[in-house]
């Protein structure tokens, strides 16, 4: 989502280092920054990922200082929006707090789907040409099973996790979240024991909520009020897309409204449903072509068609040429599965 441009550090993330015995000066240097970022707690997309990447230099294992960041991690330093989650009523409120509230904190989201005996958080980036550094993505992933220990008391462990980069020492990162990890995998995802999310919070503060939730529930308000419903219904589109296609009342429910309000405010800014998911389907179709490591089967699934003909026929429409033969034309890569 384009309008997220700067992000808010958490102070919880400079104590936590301190802790570790790193000084906050040496991760700026690191990161080629100016040393007033130290007292800036605005930054940039693109700052934070140097931050971030700069922490991971420091470290010798990339899975050593995950673990060792998400224990030193207290409490009372997460932002309000954070803090929030620790006070839920259970396991699951906390994840779908979480999910919400992550609105507000660029530049991830979570995607949360409850299916059978399992549990999936995937993280997403706002920005897929700039994804986020390898340690970004486990520290987030290893924070949502540690709200788990934390507001339930007990020592959960994770089904499964899976992470698209290397993370260094997988055997520690096996011991700390229990299970099996995954490398190079599509994506970063937490796979949860479904039947952990109904666990009751210790730490669940009503009181505390009461005075939390509606504050935060308005600056989400405002926040997505500055966007257009054409640029918030893209963006839940390309998030559902995968395997499927997403349709007008699971977006409007995600909005928060009846799927006649969505299509009315899509009229009002001179556009359709259906349109935008034609034109969400091109965008990534396109996108997802400059990847070669994609192959055509593998495109078509990600923008939710479930045949390969269907998907080369509406791709003649868009771009008059089949995948194979635009992919060759724009990414010079020899044409395949066509």
Not at 139 to 144: G, N, Q, R, S
Not at 175 to 193: D, E, P, V, W
Not at 272 to 297: G, M, N
């Amino acid at each position: 989502m384009t309008s997220h441009t700067r992000i808010k550090m958490p102070a919880g993330f400079w104590a936590g280092l301190r802790q570790l015995g790193i000084a906050a000066h040496d991760v700026i240097r690191k990161a080629r920054l100016p040393l007033t970022m130290m007292t800036e707690p605005v930054v940039t997309t693109a700052q934070y990922f140097a931050i971030w990447q700069a922490y991971s230099d420091l470290i010798d294992d990339i899975a050593e200082g995950i673990i060792k960041l998400t224990a030193a991690f207290e409490t009372a330093h997460y932002p309000p929006a954070v803090l929030a989650t620790y006070h839920a009523r259970d396991y699951r409120d906390a994840l779908k707090r979480m999910a919400r509230y992550k609105q507000l904190c660029p530049p991830e989201s979570l995607r949360i789907t409850e299916e059978g005996e399992h549990c999936t958080i995937e993280l997403e980036w706002l920005d897929s040409e700039q994804p986020g550094p390898p340690m970004l993505a486990g520290i987030t992933l290893a924070f949502l099973l540690e709200l788990g220990r934390r507001g339930t008391g007990q020592p959960l462990t994770a089904r499964s996790v899976e992470f698209s980069h290397p993370m260094g020492d997988v055997q520690a990162l096996e011991a700390y979240f229990g299970c099996r990890i995954q490398i190079s995998a599509k994506c970063n995802r937490l796979t949860l024991h479904r039947g952990d999310l109904d666990r009751p919070f210790v730490s669940y503060n009503a009181e505390l909520l009461e005075i939390l939730t509606p504050v935060l529930d308005q600056s989400l308000n405002e926040q997505q009020r500055s966007l257009s419903i054409t640029e918030m219904v893209k963006w839940i589109m390309k998030r559902s897309l995968t395997g499927g296609r997403p349709d007008i009342q699971t977006v409007a429910s995600e909005l928060g409204m009846s799927d006649r309000t969505l299509q009315r405010r899509l009229t009002d800014e001179g556009t359709s449903f259906k349109q935008l998911l034609t034109q969400v389907r091109h965008e990534q179709a396109r996108e997802y072509l400059a990847d070669p490591s994609l192959d055509i089967k593998e495109v078509a699934f990600l923008i939710g068609y479930e045949d390969q003909n269907s998907f080369y026929r509406a791709f003649r429409l868009w771009e008059g040429d089949t995948p194979s033969n635009w992919r060759t034309e724009h990414c010079g890569t020899n044409p395949i599965n066509d």
